[in-house]
């Protein structure tokens, strides 16, 4: 078992001191067996390095210590982010539990601890006391939350957006994440400017829904708006589907087909899954681009067109590019306004906001004799969801659970029955999002926590043998890093 913990006050001190009765930390860790330790701390003075030096020659337990800035030990918002990083590093490297030691720190140190504890992560509390001694804790109730970030000043947002309303076009993209809102504002930009928008991000983000209000906000919105999915088209009826063909101009063309391009005159075509375009057609389609022309298969002249274009895709399309598979012209063609969408597990603030909103519409759509709610278990389960499919994925679960669920309330043993079993995919280390802040020396524990029960396996659990084989010249440095990261 791992502990968390801030270093509070008192604990210096008493180091300081040299108290005859040592501080909740050091009691703790006396009392309890853990096998890390991991300690947030604010103070930037030289008694934090010495309490560490104390500490670690008095636990047998690895020890690590990450220093954080706070506007103010009671500030709720840095004081969340700090502790919700420590605890999601942890849970990412290894599946050892982890307890969090209340008594340290302010009591919004302590409010946090168990906000995030009984919501998004899954911990064991203890509390130190000179009356009562170390004791495990139990907090009788539940409770649901999600973290709003604290948006931007006015006049920032103002100024980064160009003073430009969210148009009412835009109402069906349900956010309160500063990033999404964002995005929303750069998306009514574009939608008053006639030029391709290119739309990129995982499955399930909203492309279709960005591109929808994209064109309902601009001055084609009483014109056609066309969906084709590129992945979907046969190869050899590319060129019919986007074109249009004569009658009998190949097996099958029974009829005149006016194509995606002509439909869409006026208005906009939207191509998901563009990045599935396969070379041949790519060309074909940057010349009507180009030209504004579309020939139509089996027609000997070509036809006029006025479309405004949106593309989307869940490929990293500059990288299709470089490795040959993507025309660069085209590329540069589509991308001019550019929307990248945010996986759904990184909009801080919107899960709840979300499944609350999809829950109202499944509740009208199915006519339950009594509307359905999330009861507080089921949401902090939607909160520790990775949703790799994204909205797409969290409304299907939703509706599943709904349909099952007894009663008017939706448990989390509902949500957990609704939910597909996915294997766990191993991210690759060098691919983390450096956006959303790395820990590297998580992401080098993470390296050795993997390596060394490796060659210990190899080496049937031949210490010098697995040093050896590691790279390590001596065997003392390869057992102090056993020690360090914990691995038994």
């Known amino acids: 078992m791992r502990l968390v913990s801030w270093i509070g006050h008192a604990d210096i001190e008493a180091v300081v001191k040299q108290s005859s009765q040592p501080g909740a930390i050091a009691s703790t860790l006396k009392n309890v067996t853990f096998s890390e330790v991991h300690l947030l701390n604010n103070y930037t003075d030289e008694r934090v390095p010495a309490y560490l030096s104390w500490l670690a020659d008095n636990t047998e337990c690895a020890l690590s210590s990450r220093l954080v800035s706070l506007s103010s030990p009671i500030d709720f918002h840095d004081i969340y982010i700090a502790a919700d990083r420590l605890l999601t590093d942890l849970a990412a490297v290894s599946s050892k539990p982890i307890a969090v030691l209340l008594s340290p720190g302010t009591p919004a140190m302590q409010a946090v601890w168990i906000l995030l504890g009984k919501t998004k992560h899954k911990v064991t509390f203890y509390q130190s006391t000179l009356e009562q001694g170390v004791q495990k804790v139990d907090i009788p109730f539940e409770i649901a939350a999600e973290f709003i970030p604290k948006h931007q000043d006015q006049q920032a947002t103002r100024l980064a957006t160009g003073q430009v309303p969210t148009n009412a076009a835009f109402d069906d993209i349900i956010t309160q994440n500063p990033h999404m809102l964002a995005l929303k504002q750069q998306a009514t930009?574009?939608?008053?400017?006639?030029?391709?928008?290119?739309?990129?991000?995982?499955?399930?983000?909203?492309?279709?829904?960005?591109?929808?209000?994209?064109?309902?906000?601009?001055?084609?919105?009483?014109?056609?708006?066309?969906?084709?999915?590129?992945?979907?088209?046969?190869?050899?009826?590319?060129?019919?589907?986007?074109?249009?063909?004569?009658?009998?101009?190949?097996?099958?063309?029974?009829?005149?087909?006016?194509?995606?391009?002509?439909?869409?005159?006026?208005?906009?075509l939207f191509l998901d899954e563009f990045g599935e375009l396969e070379p041949a057609a790519q060309v074909r389609l940057l010349r009507a681009l180009q030209s504004g022309e579309v020939q139509p298969v089996g027609a000997a002249k070509s036809s006029k067109v006025d479309v405004r274009l949106i593309t989307a895709t869940n490929k990293d399309l500059l990288k299709e590019v470089v490795e040959g598979r993507f025309r660069e012209d085209l590329f540069y063609r589509a991308a001019i306004g550019v929307l990248h969408l945010p996986p759904l597990r990184v909009r801080e603030g919107d899960l709840l906001l979300l499944s609350e909103r999809i829950l109202e519409s499944i509740n009208a759509q199915l006519d339950h004799a009594e509307h359905k709610k999330l009861y507080a278990d089921a949401k902090n389960l939607i909160l520790k969801q990775p949703w790799r499919g994204n909205i797409r994925e969290l409304q299907s679960t939703l509706l599943r659970a709904s349909l099952f669920a007894a009663g008017n309330k939706i448990t989390a043993a509902d949500i957990q029955q609704a939910l597909f079993a996915m294997p766990e995919g191993v991210v690759d280390i060098l691919g983390r999002d450096v956006s959303q802040g790395i820990d590297i020396q998580e992401l080098i524990s993470e390296v050795i926590q993997h390596y060394i029960p490796r060659a210990m396996a190899e080496s049937q659990n031949n210490k010098t043998k697995a040093a050896e084989l590691l790279g390590f010249k001596y065997y003392q440095t390869f057992n102090n890093w056993i020690k360090k990261h914990g691995i038994e």
């Open 189 to 268: 930009t574009l939608a008053a400017r006639n030029i391709p928008v290119l739309i990129y991000g995982e499955s399930g983000t909203g492309k279709e829904l960005f591109a929808t209000a994209i064109h309902n906000a601009s001055p084609r919105a009483k014109k056609p708006f066309i969906a084709i999915n590129c992945g979907a088209i046969p190869p050899e009826l590319i060129d019919s589907t986007l074109f249009g063909h004569v009658k009998g101009s190949f097996t099958g063309a029974a009829n005149e087909s006016a194509g995606c391009f002509r439909q869409a005159d006026g208005g906009t």
